[in-house]
């Protein structure tokens, strides 16, 4: 049976996907969903009827775009037909640099040098006096201070009299200064060593610790010693303190009154000369702000 | 200068996390503003502007006394007060009528600028016709021979682009495509200088076509708009590099020794060990088998085997 003819006459019932008279096929951009049309326009029909023009110039690049993205793999979701989109190709600017890496910090290093990896606890943990499960730590967590016990045993060797609630606050008020007192210096340490090492953290990464303590300190001691200059004496009257730090490395240097070769000692004075008068005298009067003034106070 | 936000609470900590910069970033956020002296038309375009680019937008209904060409330090404070680095000023005189500017920031600082005048345009408003929903992803189109070429031209399909495509995705639905943004470059003028662009926005509307791609039909949604390109400034070269710069994580990974050659064909290559004949596994077939030469000690049983072996041979 021949049915070449029934398909003929199904297709003529619909209109065509296929896009004729495009001399330059078409670049696509299917990560953005973007087509790029580089066949030059008619500009004839463009200034005939604009808007009829550009329609079916649309439109036909628009059949030719939605061709490549139904071609596409898809997937079913919740959310009907996905196309799976490639990668995008056009680059765009980002809208913030890239993030700077996070500097090492001492508690890192060390687990680094001893070989301890972290590994994942669950957050609860069953909690034997209640016979519940609660949180490792936080809000109703088993980590409290110890101040809710109804009644608390008093240690032998202390004062009966202490009151051992106040010291079990205490001594958790302790731990949690200690620790924020060690974040604080690893975050000292941290900006110092991405600032001296900004070759490594421009490449992003993790900017080198080895010298971190010894660098900041001298970040502390560059500060102290600027700090002291900025009186208004520049430090000239300013009482000096025993065992306070001096400026290293700045000395003058004294040329010997007699040389045999006197062409330094010229070159440096010519070029003095140079700078106060200008070269050939030529930048020595700005001579169209001159005649404006000579001109105005006429 | 903005003051520096030491959070207090967990919600402001959480907002400034989100600020700060990150591999896969957030989409970017686009202000218009109108300037001290607007038109209808800048006003329409405006809003229309505004419109597709919800919810990414925060629109600036009031005045604002800004000259971005003359003085972009409130582009600054507006870029790091919303977290913001698209921008779309509107401003009207006689000298430059009808004008929009297109503005970028990279790290709160302007990275590049682009001032086109509308020659005519027709809102959203002015076309009866069904409009796309809000936030949808649209699809572009960028019709002309000038859109690689022509700096002017170049950079204003980059600001189409990364003010309209949204998050960059890994799939897309395909009913979700409502609407198309077709830009189409117009021939230069007879100085050679940049010509027209006419920005046209359509709705698809996807028809039986008795094969499984489906005929595309557009309707037009608006807004429509003839532009004409004005000043422009380009971005420093460093700056630019340092805007393009990807990710590590992002980078797509190197799949070792698959290649794709000219005519699109990927092509593999392995690379062998050095075979070993006398090791090598072939079909296992008891004749093959390797035997040691029988040993006075374990006589027996290489004649326990001859046995089995014979007991064969007579059935058959």
Redesign the interface.
Known sequence: MDVSGVLEAHKQKFKSVSVEGKVIPLEFDLGLLTAYDQNPIDEAELRKNKDEYLQSLSRDNAQLLFNEIFQLPTISDDNGVMAMLPVPTTLLPREKPLPKPKPETRWEKFAKAKGIVNRKKERMVFDDNTGEYKPRWGYKGINDDGSKDWVIEVPSGTNPMEDQYEARRDAKKERIDKNDKRRQRNLEEGAVASKMDQKTVNKGERPNMDNARSMKRKEIENQILISKNSTASAGKFDDAIKGDLKPKGIKRKFEPNVTADLSKEKAGNMSILDRVVGKNGEDLVNVRKAIKATKSRK | MLRTITPRNARVKRVLKNR????E??I?TAIFIRGSQTSQIVNDALADLYMLKKPYAVNFTKKNQIHPFEDHSNLQFFSQKNDA?LFVIGTHSKKRPNTLTFA????HQL?DMLEVSIEKGTPMSGFKTPKSAIGM?????????M??QNPNYIMFK?MI??FY?GQ??????????EY?I?V????LTSEGKPGKI?L?T?T?V?????????????V?MGP?MDMTFGRMTE?KVDV?K????V??ELK?KKKKNITKDVMGDTVGRIHMGRQDFDKIQTRKMKGLKKRTAPTEDDKDSSEKKQRVDDNDDDEE
Not at chain 2, 137 to 145: E, I, L, R, S, T
């Open positions: 700060e910069a990150k591999t970033e957030n970017k680095s970028r920031m990279f790290d990275l992803k649209p699809c572009f189109m960028f019709n002309g021979d859109w690689d980059s682009l990364d495509h960059t995705v890994d799939k897309v639905a395909l009913a979700g495509l198309v077709s189409t470059s117009g021939p006419y046209r359509y698809i996807l028809k039986r076509s008795g094969v499984k791609l489906p005929r595309i039909e557009l037009e429509s971005a630019w340092q805007s393009l710069r990710p590590k797509p």
